[in-house]
């Protein structure tokens, strides 16, 4: 005997969350590339908390080499930006 049962529709995002926020909701469900997007997504919409925290995704993830690249993103804003606050992350 099979199972025919519906599987569960993945539920969506809750409303009135940042892209960040989404990003986040994604990753704790496990679902990386829903997160992916909407990391790359926050990129374009706060930059510097976009890069800390994808670059801490994607350390997680095992994808140290795209991590450090985040990393070295985020310092190198920080610089042109004169922002301590994101140079010290």
């Keep these: 005997m099979t199972n025919d049962l519906p599987t569960p529709a993945e539920p969506d995002a809750p409303a009135g969350q940042t892209t960040l926020e989404r ?10 590339e ?16 976009a890069r800390a925290a994808f670059g801490l995704f994607l350390r997680e993830h095992g994808d140290w080499s795209a991590a450090v ?4 993103q985020l310092l190198n804003l920080s610089r042109q930006r004169n922002d301590a606050r994101w140079r010290a992350i």
């Excluded at 690249?69 to 070295?72: G, K, M, V």
Aim: charged fraction near 35%; glycine fraction near 4%.
């Design 23 to 32: 990003a986040e909701f994604w990753t704790k469900r496990g679902c990386t």
């Design 34 to 49: 829903q997160a992916r997007a909407e990391y790359s997504r926050a990129l374009l919409e706060d930059e510097p908390a």
């Design 69 to 72: 690249d985040q990393f070295q």
